[in-house]
C-alpha cells in the first residue's frame, strides 16, 4: 500500500504496520533482545538513527516520543496555541539532535515501560485520528498549522510509516544476529 490518502487508508496503514510490527517484536529471540544494535559494518546505513538506536527499548521510545509531538502539536493547535511540529529549539533541519535527547532521556526507561508507552501513545494517536473527518485529515489548507502539508500525512508519518522504519531496523538486526 502506498501513502494512505484517505482517512481509511490511514487508519488500515497504521493498524496493519502496528499489528506486524508487534508480531515481529514477539519473535525476537533472546539473541536477538540481548544483542546490542550495531550497523556499523554496513556503508550503506550512514543516516544517524543507525547509530543512534542500540536495542528495542530505544525503538519504542523513538516511535513514542514522536506520538507526543503529534498530539502535543495537535492540542496546542486546537487550543489556538500555534506551535509548530517540532518544538523550538529544533526544526527540520535539526531535528536528529532532538531525536538524540530522546534517546538520553529514556536511557533508564526499562524495555517493559518503553513498551507500554508506546501502545498506549500508538492507541491515542488512532482515537485523535478518528476524531477528524476524510477531509481534514487529507485536503490541503484546512488546517494553517499543518502548512503545505494535510494533517493526515503527519499521522501517517508517525504510524504507518514510522512502523514501517521500526520493522526494517529491527529486521536488518536480526539479520545481523544470524551472521555472527
Known amino acids: 500500500m502506498g501513502r494512505p490518502t484517505t482517512k481509511t487508508d490511514l487508519l488500515t496503514a497504521a493498524a496493519a504496520n502496528y499489528e506486524k510490527l508487534n508480531i515481529l517484536v514477539s519473535g525476537l529471540t533472546e539473541k536477538e533482545l540481548g544483542t546490542s544494535f550495531d550497523f556499523s559494518h554496513d556503508e ?21 516520543e514522536w506520538h507526543q509531538l ?21 526544526n527540520w533541519k535539526t531535528y536528529g539532535d532532538m531525536n538524540m535527547e530522546f534517546w538520553d532521556k529514556h536511557q533508564s526507561t526499562p524495555l517493559e515501560d518503553a513498551k507500554s508507552m508506546f501502545q498506549k501513545s500508538h492507541d491515542e494517536v488512532i ?33 504507518a510509516s514510522h512502523y514501517d522504519w521500526a520493522m526494517k531496523k529491527l529486521k536488518a538486526h536480526r539479520k545481523n544476529c544470524t551472521k555472527s
Open 44 to 64: 550503506k546505513k550512514k543516516e544517524a538513527h543507525w547509530k543512534r538506536d542500540k536495542n528495542l527499548r530505544d525503538i519504542f521510545i523513538h516511535l513514542y
Open 70 to 90: 503529534l498530539l502535543n502539536w495537535v492540542y496546542s493547535n486546537q487550543n489556538g496555541s500555534h506551535k509548530p511540529f517540532i518544538p523550538e529549539p529544533y
Open 127 to 159: 482515537k485523535l485520528a478518528e476524531t477528524f473527518s476524510n477531509e481534514e485529515l487529507f485536503s490541503k489548507g484546512v488546517y494553517k498549522w499543518a502548512g503545505g502539508s494535510t494533517l493526515g500525512s503527519y499521522f501517517a508519518s508517525v504510524t
